[in-house]
Nanobody, 115 residues
Framework: QVQLVESGGGLVQAGGSLRLSCVAS????????MRWYRQAPGKQRQLVAA???????NYADSVKGRFTISRDNAWNTVYLQMNSLKPEDTAVYYC?????????WGQGTQVTVSS
């Protein structure tokens, strides 16, 4: 099993920055991919960024050039650096991984960007 705990959300003005953290515990040695999703009110959950153990990275088109996903070498913390934030980035941000066909989610952290 894996436990995920996000932190770092908050209220920021448009153009500002935030850094989200996701601390993983449990069977982290078996994790291959960590992801950040977000869900805005009334909208479906959207994949924002993903990073694999071998360092491959993918971003949603809407955040390319503004967001950066990274991890520590121990693979127990994943970060999402968010720059040039826009009001449309407002959402609850969730950390996710999948292991042995099980999906694991954190509790989410609220990001609110004011115009």
């Amino acid at each position: 099993q894996v436990q995920l705990v996000e932190s770092g959300g908050g209220l920021v003005q448009a153009g500002g920055s935030l850094r989200l953290s996701c601390v993983a515990s449990g069977s982290i040695s078996s994790i291959n991919t960590m992801r950040w999703y977000r869900q805005a009110p009334g909208k479906q959950r959207q994949l924002v960024a993903a990073i694999t153990r071998d360092g491959s990275i993918n971003y949603a088109d809407s955040v390319k050039g503004r967001f950066t996903i990274s991890r520590d070498n121990a693979w127990n913390t994943v970060y999402l650096q968010m720059n040039s934030l826009k009001p449309e980035d407002t959402a609850v941000y969730y950390c996710h991984t999948a292991l042995y066909s099980m999906n694991y989610w954190g509790q989410g952290t609220q990001v609110t960007v004011s115009s």
